[in-house]
């Protein structure tokens, strides 16, 4: 529910400037220097643990790998676009690779991202820009038409469309 202005509980904002609240987005306060949550929206850290290292563990990672478990849920031996390669695609692309999946490919307008996701289980590569057609039609001749599984991490209507269009009847 994109129009929710305040927390899930009460509707209420934690937050203000000078006597104003200040709406939360989808109920997050990811820019706030101080934040009030819910129990449930906190993981405890090791103070050992380097800061510069386990920041990945915040949405991105999360978000990507269950999505890909959770939601789309590949089965051994299935192929799968992951369209985006930050944080939430490396994650979704992690859940693939878990799951099993015999064909990873990656799709992003970045191609130098394409060495890292490799690391994450991307077995093949796609750049929309380097194509004279759709991604879509790009993917559905690679796969004899079209991936088991698609999992888009840009936010793009686009990319959402092109993710939608690429997985098999």
Same mark, same amino acid.
Request: hydrophobic share 30%; proline share 3%; charged share 10%.
């Given at each position: 529910n994109t129009d929710r202005v305040g927390m899930i509980h009460d509707g209420e904002s934690r937050f203000?400037? @000078?006597? @104003?609240?200040?709406? +939360?987005?989808?109920?997050?306060?990811?820019?706030?220097?101080?934040?009030?949550? +819910?129990? &449930?929206?906190v993981a405890k850290i090791n103070p050992e643990a380097p800061l510069d290292k386990v920041c990945i563990v915040s949405c991105g990672l999360s978000t990507g790998l &269950?999505?890909?478990l959770n939601v789309a849920k590949p089965k051994k031996g299935q192929s799968v676009a992951v369209f985006g390669l930050g944080a939430v695609g490396l994650g979704a692309a992690e859940g693939a690779r878990i799951a099993g999946a015999s064909r990873i490919i990656g799709v992003d307008l970045n191609s130098n991202r394409f060495e890292q996701a490799k690391k994450f289980g991307v077995t093949e590569f796609v750049n929309p820009k380097e194509h004279d057609k759709p991604v879509q039609q790009v993917i559905a001749d690679m796969t004899n038409g079209g991936v088991d599984r698609s999992v888009e991490c840009t936010g793009s209507v686009q990319a959402m469309i092109q993710a939608f269009e690429c997985v098999h009847d």
């Open positions: 203000s400037i @000078k006597g @104003k609240p200040i709406n +939360h987005f989808l109920g997050t306060s990811t820019f706030s220097e101080y934040t009030v949550v +819910h129990s &449930g929206q &269950g999505a890909t």
